[in-house]
């Protein structure tokens, strides 16, 4: 059932699909959505368990063999671990990836491991518990720290993302750096992105990639950089003598578009070859319209024929001018 690999127009490697299980969350944190929240779908808008087993069940057999499952808070979504088991025996899936907040995490972590889960994206944007509670206007820095500590328990590989936010939480930079010294963890530094549900872009981004190494180099001048897993998002840098890894993502930048090899699937069906689209093709609809296999693989196939080259195309594409969408509604 493998396929040979799968490429878009511009010949990158399609092989990684980050798939949203849910809009809903349950942090508020300021980049990512409102203080009121936002307008969460009907349950009946979602993809179900079933559509989403059909749809990565396709996938796989045209080259995807990458999956990330993220939110909203994937956890938040009853019975994930039920799909989760589900998407496990897929054939050609070969590793199962989770970004999670780790407020709801902690009761699964066991059968994460069982499952061979390949690795466990962390939110968390600060160490101190009032800073934390500013960011994400709830009071849940100690699940979150909690779960952490579990993961490593459990050597489930980990990676903590941490969105750079000025006068937010820059005095957490070099602190996160330090949970590097004795942990096999990679912590990764984000631009911060538009997508907040207010429909704010920044006229000029003070924290880019290149800012937040420079602070970095404050506290830590020998950090060295190393090298960058094949179509990274990160560029991936080193303390001499430390266990883990600092990541560096362009987000907002968008400097690392030319090796893209992901493609999203929103929790209401939509795909997205590109985070900066506002959506090229309803799946759920095609589904649920009684589409047959076939139909479906050559609507993906056409959508990847004119993937844009960067973001920068694909935000001067949207049929909507400013991006309005909260990051819980894109899937992270």
Partial sequence: MSATTLYDNHGRPINYLRLAVTDRCNLRCFYCMPEEGIKYLPKKDLLTFEEIERLVTLLASMGISKIRLTGGEPFVRTDLMQLIRRISVIEGIKDIHLTTNGILTRPHISELKSLGIASVNLSLDTLNKERFKLITRRDEFENAWETLQLLLKHEIPVKINTVVMEDKNIEDIASMVELTKHHPISIRFIEEMPFNGEGNHYAKLKWTHKEILDHIK???????????????????????????????????TRSFCGTCNRIRIT??????????????????????????????????????????KDGFEAEEKRKTLNVMESMSTIGG
Avoid: W
């Fill in 267 to 308: 929790a209401q069906g939509v795909l997205k070859t590109c985070l900066y689209d506002d959506g090229v093709l309803n799946i759920k609809n095609l589904m649920r319209e009684g589409k047959g296999n076939d139909d479906l693989r050559n609507e993906l196939l056409r959508a990847f024929a004119h993937r844009p």
């Fill in 218 to 252: 404050l506290f830590y001048p020998t950090i060295q950089k190393v090298k960058d897993a094949e179509n990274s998002t990160a560029y991936h840098y080193q303390i001499p003598g430390y266990a883990g890894y600092i990541g560096i993502i362009a987000a907002f």
